[in-house]
């Protein structure tokens, strides 16, 4: 979560005792971030963008921020298959806390909406083969206003691995200073391995910065596990299409960091819901998985269409997401039609390539590429066997270096095709073949 309207207001004063503090804390070398965790995107359910702040569990029982909401989604992610195919961290975002910490400064859930307590939720989780993730800010507050953790880094680390917490996202709301913003987060990263509980780091570092500072991202990946860039994502097809716009804007940058143990975050999953078509829907999960992005659905599982699981469940697209290369794809051209061409290194010289038409008008259209044009001229060299994945999946048979590749794309939709290279090999009687690297 990040800015939400008008909560974050303005950054917040700090005294001479915390200045001190953070003086101390510069004064200590910084390691880079050695967790070993988050070797491929996270995958998970997370519930901010569906279910918000809802605090009201008696006029709205079903919707609210509540221990019984979470052993909810943990009951069908199990059931529905969710597990198996690899979304395993069950995240709680803002408004679970109480107003006030307890009478020795750790954080607590609040009384009435999660009444055994995070630890208890963590051990139900766990029971169920999952992870659990919860929320705080590095500020005062967090954007909803509870308790922040500035001041409390250690203490709230300490508290987080006592519970059983598995993953931290960590807000950027009410932060004071830049300096504070950027100390914050590294002590934080310190203070979480120090405990020595496997938990992984989820920053908004760069998403607060940007606005007055150039990211250092080789300074947030020592830190951190991913990162979000971006302001928030809505159900909506014009959310979608900033955050692709902003991604390949700054795609030299974030494709060059992004790997095994750091990742950028585009933020949730909103496939499931209400603002999207179904084209739309096929385009951010294959575009997700082209940003090698953590897939962090935010959705009702318990009201969810038969193929928006299926989509969100495919696993040939999975595959992508969590192909142990960890290289992020990036677009490759943009036509005056509103075509765009992206393309992922993969493991084993295999590549995935998307084919986005960003047109919202008329039907279907034609586009065709020349497969040359594809990994600097490697993809399909000398030949190359192509699958579709998206929108169908189905084989478009073998091809070689110079052929051209026409495929047909719903408007606001998208084709999401693997290609793996077929080598040349001689035989000892130097007659010639074909196989699969």
Aim: net charge neutral; proline share 5%; glycine share 8%.
């Amino acid at each position: 979560m990040a800015v939400r309207g008008n909560r974050r207001g303005a950054p917040s004063r700090v005294g001479l005792t915390a200045l001190l503090a953070v003086a101390l804390e510069l004064a200590c070398p910084a390691g880079a971030l050695e967790n070993g965790l988050a070797r491929t995107p996270p995958m998970g359910w997370l519930h901010w963008e569906r279910f918000l702040c809802q605090t009201d569990c008696a006029q709205e029982p079903r919707q609210c921020i509540s221990e019984k909401l979470f052993m909810q989604m943990a009951d069908l992610m199990v059931s529905e298959g969710w597990r198996d195919v690899g979304y395993q961290y069950l995240c709680i975002d803002d408004c679970w806390m109480a107003p006030n910490r307890d009478k020795q400064g750790r954080l607590q859930p609040d009384p009435k909406r999660f009444p055994s307590g995070i630890g208890k939720l963590a051990d139900y989780v766990h029971s169920k083969g999952l992870k659990l993730g919860i929320y705080a800010d590095v500020g005062n507050k967090t954007c909803a206003g509870f308790p922040g953790s500035y001041g409390y880094y250690e203490l709230d680390a300490a508290t987080f691995a006592s519970w059983g917490v598995d993953l931290l996202k960590f807000d950027g709301c009410y932060y004071g200073t830049l300096e504070l913003l950027a100390e914050g987060y590294k002590t934080m990263s310190r203070a979480l391995n120090k405990t020595g509980r496997s938990i992984v780091y989820s920053c908004e570092w760069p998403l607060y910065q940007k606005p007055m500072q150039k990211p250092n991202y080789t300074e947030i990946k020592q830190y951190c596990n991913y990162w979000r860039n971006f302001a928030d994502i809505y159900d909506a097809w014009k959310s979608i299409k900033n955050i692709l716009d902003m991604t390949s804007f700054y795609q030299d940058n974030l494709t060059a960091i992004a790997g095994p143990g750091g990742w950028n975050d585009p933020d949730m999953l909103v496939i499931g819901n209400f603002g999207l078509s179904w084209d739309q829907q096929i385009t951010q999960m294959a575009l997700w998985a082209m940003m090698a992005a953590p897939l962090l659905m935010s959705n009702d599982l318990r009201h969810i269409s038969p193929a928006s699981k299926a989509l969100l469940q495919n696993k040939e697209v999975i595959a992508i997401n969590q192909d142990p290369l960890g290289k992020q794809g990036y677009r490759i051209t943009k036509d005056s039609r509103g075509f765009e061409l992206w393309e992922r290194p993969l493991s084993d010289g295999a590549y995935a390539i998307a084919i986005m038409n960003r047109q919202e008008i008329g039907g279907p259209q034609a586009y065709s590429f020349s497969l040359t044009f594809l990994g600097n001229g490697l993809a399909c060299n000398p030949a190359c066997s192509i699958q579709q994945i998206l929108p169908t999946s189905r084989h478009l048979g073998l091809h070689n270096w110079v052929s051209f590749l026409k495929v047909v794309v719903n408007p606001t939709g998208t084709v999401l095709l693997k290609i793996v290279v077929i080598e040349e090999k001689r035989d000892v009687s130097g007659s010639h073949s074909l196989g699969v690297l």
